[in-house]
């Protein structure tokens, strides 16, 4: 089993709708969860981050996590064409012989398009 | 601020051959990283560092060396190329909190 589990899609949706994509995860020493945009060849740039359970909103994102069941959500209010991107949900721990170090698991991303 | 840069955009490799990828920041982060990205799939840690001389490995570090002289610089040198390194290959850096700043990447390919 995969430590973090996202559905890679793709997901096609027309402008104006509301978006949800998901991550499911198994190991509970992660601390932080976040989402990340990834346009085409391109970085990932970090869109939102939080720490406990719980919804967090920003603009038109809300990201949402539920740390009992291990599953995290973002959501994406009036979609427009330029969130047409992929989406990777990302968790952090800290581990490993450097102290302080956040080191991030990946899901597979989900790729979205917004029709006009 | 450049932030960070990676060098070269891309590559193609012989099977066998060995190259070193570049990685340079400019926002005095102690912690870098380096990924790779497949084909469809999400990035997987190979190594990461916090300042210079201090190297860990990730999840999938075979194949592959670093070495951090200074804060700014965090090359990855890959040795013996073997098809399964073809990659979109992605540097990192951060302060130490959640958010890392990526690069370009570098896209190689080994054949």
């Known amino acids: 089993q995969k430590e973090v589990e996202q559905d890679p899609g793709p997901l096609s949706v027309p402008e104006g709708a509301i978006v949800s994509l998901n991550c499911t995860y198994s190991n509970s020493a992660f601390q932080y969860f976040m989402w990340y945009r990834q346009y085409s060849r391109k970085g990932p740039e970090l869109l939102m981050y ?48 450097i102290q302080g170090a956040q080191k991030l698991v990946f899901g597979q991303g989900t790729r979205l398009t917004i029709n006009p | ?33 380096w990924y790779r990205q497949d084909p469809g799939m999400g990035l997987k840690l190979i190594y990461y560092s916090v300042g210079a001389g201090i190297t860990d490995k990730g999840e999938v570090p075979n194949g592959y060396n670093v070495s951090r002289s200074t804060t700014e610089d965090f090359p990855l040198r890959l040795e013996l190329a073997a098809p ?28």
């Open chain 2, 84 to 111: 399964s390194q073809t990659s979109v290959y992605f540097c990192a850096s951060t302060t130490g909190d959640h958010e890392q700043y990526f690069g370009p990447g570098t896209r190689l390919t080994v054949t």
């Open chain 1, 50 to 97: 939080t720490y406990s359970s719980g919804n967090k909103e920003d603009g038109r994102f809300t990201a949402q996590v539920d740390k009992s069941s291990k599953y995290i959500s973002l959501f994406i209010r009036d979609s427009q064409p330029s969130d047409s991107a992929t989406y990777l949900c990302a968790m952090s721990v800290r581990g490993g012989i």
């Open chain 2, 1 to 33: 601020n450049a932030g960070v840069t990676q060098t070269p955009k891309f590559h193609i490799l012989k099977i066998g051959q060995s190259m070193t990828l570049q990685c340079t920041q400019d926002m005095n982060h102690n912690y870098m990283y």
